[in-house]
Nanobody, 122 residues
Framework: QVQLVESGGGLVQAGGSLRLSCAAS????????MGWFRQAPGKQRGLVAE???????NYAASVKGRFTISRDNAKNTVYLQMNSLKPEDTAVYYCAASATMQLGATLRYDYWGQGTQVTVSS
């Protein structure tokens, strides 16, 4: 089993920045890919960004150029740096881990965190 704990959410004004963190523990040897998803009220959960163990990344078009995903393997932690935030970025953000390396395979995430709220005011 893998446990994921997110932190770093909060309230920020449009144009501001936040950094989310996700610490993984447990059977971390099983993880080959980690990602951030988000779900806004009344909408389906969707991929924001993901990163493989080798450092390859994939971003949703809506966040490309504004968000950066990174990982610290020594700390078993993945980060999401969010800049130039917009009100439409408001959502619950979830960290997820996958045993597969294939970027874009969004249905193949095996473990999920509890989520952290990000609210962007206009």
């Amino acid at each position: 089993q893998v446990q994921l704990v997110e932190s770093g959410g909060g309230l920020v004004q449009a144009g501001g920045s936040l950094r989310l963190s996700c610490a993984a523990s447990g059977s971390i040897f099983a993880i080959n890919r980690m990602g951030w998803f988000r779900q806004a009220p009344g909408k389906q959960r969707g991929l924001v960004a993901e990163i493989t163990n080798a450092g390859s990344t994939n971003y949703a078009a809506s966040v490309k150029g504004r968000f950066t995903i990174s990982r610290d393997n020594a700390k078993n932690t993945v980060y999401l740096q969010m800049n130039s935030l917009k009100p439409e970025d408001t959502a619950v953000y979830y960290c997820a881990a996958s045993a597969t390396m294939q970027l874009g395979a969004t249905l193949r995430y095996d473990y999920w965190g509890q989520g952290t709220q990000v609210t962007v005011s206009s």
